[in-house]
């Protein structure tokens, strides 16, 4: 699967602002813009943890070889 | 060795050293495999046994530190394979095995499979370290190729539940022992390579014994997972079996459950973390504003005001005022003085004062000089009467008047005085007192 920003580089970018911004260093414009691209950063974690769907399925191949997909049921 | 000439005569030891170097070189390390009998342990904790098969027995010994590493009790009757040394021991005169190593005869077929196709794969570098994927840290969809009915599965579905409760998990039931499981593994981990909705795969399987993880143990299954794009954690068995495909494995873990585990983050620690990350970035701006409201503040209070700064200003410049006024007293005062001291000065070198004394000079001057003329004219008068009685006295005049006369040429008018200087006949004026005459030389006395 291939995708824009994953799940942990986007964490290790929030926490890597947040370390910055802790340090202090940062003028009032950058310590804004910090802030702002560190709630995106944590907005889209968290969205990614919602976003996927419970979802467990059983995939077999039937005889002829074609791929089947049913929902697995847990008694 | 010594050389065997005919009629050397051997000793006893000699001999016995002899075929005992020959028997130690010849099978330093050898793999024998037969039935145990007559197996014994004494006192000393090494067990003691022959090895037999149908045509021949061989004395045996397993020390008690190699023992250690048995995973079954050998007892007679037993038909084992080992690896053993060969060794004479002199004082008898008997030869024996010494082993290092025992196995029940059928598993050990199965071990040294196992230990031969490790070996193998290891020098191709299915092992290697370097062709380890990493495991995704958030795996979207996991692939589980397991038994659709077995207990793995189950520990699985609910570990990943608790950890992540909407992950989200693909099944491929596949037969996980006996006849074909192997290939159908294979196909598996070759169809989620194929379909590509998943990032990561768990291979898993209850525990069972080495013969029901053969497939696990199997070179195809090794190859399947090593070509596998996917990255794979396996879970097979219980916690103390490792098989092949453990080695191969970019992850091994010691279950299913252990795998389960190992695959998705724990969701409510993620949030947290996610939380509290948040908090820090909203604590670090407040702060940071908060700072920038004190410096501010700072700044302001230590603004002058334009009223303070006027302020300042007229007190400087009434103090210039000030200055300036003392300076100007100061120099009136200066002048005034220097005016008066100059002005007597002045007043003491009064001209009029010059006047008065050239004046009464002049006069003295002038006395002086009345007196001096007069006394200067009194001298010359009396000198010029003096002189001019004198003079009277000289007069021709009152000479002629005595009856003197004068005779003088009439061409020149000079005084005759010598009678040497008339000739006869010469006209000659003679002056009287009163009147003159006219007269002729006629004769001249000498």
């Known amino acids: ?75 | 060795m010594t050389e065997k000439k005919p009629g050397h005569i051997y000793t006893v030891s000699k001999l016995t050293k002899e075929i005992k170097f020959l028997l130690e070189e010849s099978y330093p390390f050898i793999w024998v495999t037969g039935e145990i009998s007559n197996y014994a342990v004494p006192a000393s904790g090494h067990s003691y046994f022959t090895l037999k098969d149908q045509q021949a027995v061989i004395s045996a010994v397993m020390f008690k530190n190699q023992k250690r590493n048995l995973k079954f009790n050998p007892e007679t009757g037993m038909k084992i394979i080992g690896m053993a040394r060969l060794s004479l021991y002199e004082p008898r005169g008997s030869y024996q095995l010494i082993f290092e190593h025992l196995e029940p005869e059928g598993a050990g077929s199965i071990q040294i499979a196992f230990e031969q196709l490790k070996t193998k794969l290891a020098d191709k570098g299915f092992f290697n370290k370097d062709c380890k994927k990493s495991i995704p840290f958030l795996p979207s969809v996991i692939s589980v190729i397991s038994s659709g009915t077995g207990a793995a599965v189950k520990d699985i579905i609910n570990v990943a539940q608790r950890r992540f409760p909407n992950c989200c998990l693909e099944i491929f039931p596949v037969k996980v022992q006996g006849a074909g499981s192997d290939n159908e593994i294979c196909e598996a981990i070759k169809l989620v390579n194929q379909r590509l909705k998943s990032d990561l795969i768990i291979l898993a399987r209850g525990g069972g014994s080495l013969e029901d993880l053969s497939a696990f143990n199997s070179e195809t299954v090794a190859k399947a997972i090593f070509k596998s794009f996917v990255p794979i954690i396996t879970g097979v068995g219980h916690e103390t079996d490792f098989t092949i495909a453990d080695f191969v494995a970019d992850l091994r873990a010691s279950t299913p459950s252990a795998a389960a585990e190992l695959a998705l983050p724990g969701k409510n620690s993620l949030l947290q973390r996610i939380t509290s990350l948040q908090e820090s970035l909203n604590r670090s701006l407040k702060k940071k504003i908060g700072a920038l409201n004190q410096t501010i503040g700072n700044l302001i209070a230590r603004l002058k005001s334009p009223e303070i700064i006027v302020y300042d200003f007229r007190f400087k410049l009434e103090e210039y005022e000030l200055r300036l006024m003392n300076m100007i007293n100061h120099y009136v005062h200066y002048n005034k003085e220097k005016a008066r001291w100059l002005t007597e000065i002045l007043y003491t070198r009064n001209p009029v004062k010059k006047i008065i004394e050239h004046r009464q000079y002049v006069k003295i001057l002038s006395e002086s000089l009345t007196l001096h003329f007069q006394k200067n004219f009194q001298e010359k008068k009396t000198i010029y009467l003096e002189l001019q009685s004198k003079l009277q006295a000289f007069n021709p005049e009152a000479v002629l008047k005595r009856g003197y006369s004068i005779s003088r040429f009439v061409l020149d008018k000079n005084i005759i005085i010598n009678s040497s200087d008339v000739k006869i006949n010469d006209q000659i004026e003679v002056v009287l007192s009163k009147g003159r005459l006219i007269t002729r030389v006629e004769k001249i006395n000498g």
């Open chain 1, 1 to 75: 699967m291939v995708k824009k920003k994953t799940f942990e580089a986007a964490l290790k970018g929030l926490e890597e602002i947040v370390r910055l911004m802790e340090s202090g260093d940062l003028c009032l414009e950058d310590a804004v813009k910090s802030y702002e691209s560190g709630m995106k950063q944590s907005k889209y974690c968290l969205d990614l943890l919602d976003k996927t769907e419970k979802k467990i399925s059983i995939i077999a191949k039937d005889n002829d070889g074609s791929v089947k997909i049913v929902p697995f049921k847990d008694e």
